[in-house]
């Protein structure tokens, strides 16, 4: 059964600070996915991994994946206050399910 | 991108009453469909799988005759909450693949049962 552990679940940092959420899952998967969900609000795709080594980068948030770790990260560089939201990460599993983590609570304070 | 649009966006139900859930893909065909809920401040939990012309498959601990699925088309598939208590008060998310690697969201709906 595919298992998906962030941590930290809850963040509270300084704005400008750098900082990583963890992804971890239990069995292999082609697949991960981050979305940012703000409060009362679905989901936003924010990337999709593919393969092993994958980095992809979009404005502050910066996302990697190791499939023989079973670990994807999702760096913060110079946090804002609009980074604010629920981060959650996703992995695809057998049957084309997609299964989430708990999520991380990011407040950011100015 | 690809749009999933999911209706109604918020609903208030009477108790023992009955809620239907539209999620249609706009501008792509799904031949899979997923079924989420959300408690406030928690995860997304798959609630089933929803395939195009052929019954759901639920998850483990999901009643399939509380929560009615019909995949009647490639781009609608709905979701119907039978006798509705306050208990099935929920955020209620679907989600469509456009292809393998890819899946979007629909807005989500938020059901009330009073």
């Known amino acids: 059964e595919l298992k998906v552990e962030q941590n930290p679940l809850f963040l509270s940092m300084q704005e400008g600070k750098n900082y990583t959420i963890y992804c971890n899952y239990s069995t292999t998967s082609d697949r991960l996915y981050w979305y940012r969900q703000d409060p009362g609000k679905s989901l936003e795709s924010l990337f999709v991994?593919?393969?092993?080594?994958a980095v992809k980068q979009e404005g502050r948030l910066m996302a990697s994946l190791d499939t023989k770790a079973r670990l994807s990260t999702l760096h913060i560089t110079a946090a804002v206050h609009d980074l604010s939201a629920t981060y959650f990460c996703a992995v695809g599993g057998r049957d084309d399910k997609i299964i989430f983590g708990k999520g991380t609570r990011l407040h950011i304070l100015p | 991108g690809a749009v999933v649009s999911q209706h109604p966006s918020r609903v208030i139900c009477k108790s023992g009453t009955s809620v239907k859930i539209e999620c249609r893909s706009l501008d792509f065909q799904a031949t899979t469909m997923f079924w989420y809920r959300q408690f406030p401040k928690q995860s997304l939990m798959l609630m089933a799988t929803?395939?195009?012309?052929?019954?759901?498959?639920?998850e483990q601990g999901v009643e399939k005759d509380k929560f009615l699925i019909n995949h009647a088309s490639l781009t609608l598939s709905t979701l119907t909450v039978t006798s509705a208590h306050p208990e099935d008060s929920s955020f209620y998310i679907c989600?469509?693949?456009?292809?393998?690697?890819?899946?979007?969201f629909g807005q989500g709906t938020r059901l009330t049962v009073v």
């Open positions: 989600s469509a693949r456009s292809s393998r690697q890819v899946a979007f």
């Open positions: 991994l593919l393969s092993n080594g």
């Open positions: 929803s395939n195009e012309g052929s019954k759901a498959t639920y």
